[in-house]
């Protein structure tokens, strides 16, 4: 009589299985990974925060962290959604080190560099 057609229904299945598996499931799976990375800081740990500031915990609370910025140890208050990970401040400077950088090039005595020609403009003639 009323029979339902499993042949419509069945995409609408499919895409809501897609959404559950390659979106919400991994979301949840890296948002509880934070979660227990930012409860297991202890006073010590070196953290970065979502601003990119560097920093060694100091003390913790409930929903906030006491930090102190490197490399003037000034203390700070911070909530703990605020800390983006857990790092070792002497791997990321290491890593800074080990960048290279081009170095620019000596300018010959014959190239003359130029600066741009302005015009001045006088308020009288307007």
Same mark, same amino acid.
């Given at each position: =009589?009323?029979? *339902? $057609?499993?042949?419509?229904?069945? %995409? ?24 227990? =990375?930012?409860?297991? =800081?202890? %006073? ?5 925060? *979502? ?12 929903? !906030? ?5 490197? %490399?003037?140890? !000034?203390? &700070? ?6 800390? &983006?990970? *857990?790092?070792?401040?002497?791997? &990321?400077? &290491? ?10 090039? $000596?300018?010959? !005595? ?10 001045? *403009? $006088?308020?009288?003639?307007?």
């Amino acid at each position: =009589m009323f029979g *339902i $057609d499993f042949t419509l229904i069945l %995409p609408l299945i499919l895409v809501l299985v897609f959404f559950y598996f390659f979106i919400l499931r991994p979301q949840q799976k890296q948002q509880k990974e934070i979660k227990e =990375m930012r409860s297991s =800081m202890k %006073p010590g740990d070196e953290i970065v925060t *979502i601003g990119g500031f560097y920093a060694i915990v100091y003390a913790i609370g409930e929903e !906030n962290v006491t930090i102190e910025l490197l %490399p003037d140890y !000034n203390k &700070a208050l911070i909530t703990k959604s605020a800390i &983006a990970r *857990i790092v070792s401040v002497g791997d &990321a400077v &290491a890593a800074t080190e080990e960048d290279s950088f081009e170095e620019l090039e $000596d300018l010959d !005595n014959e190239e003359i560099i130029v600066d741009a020609e302005f015009e001045e *403009i $006088d308020e009288d003639k307007k």
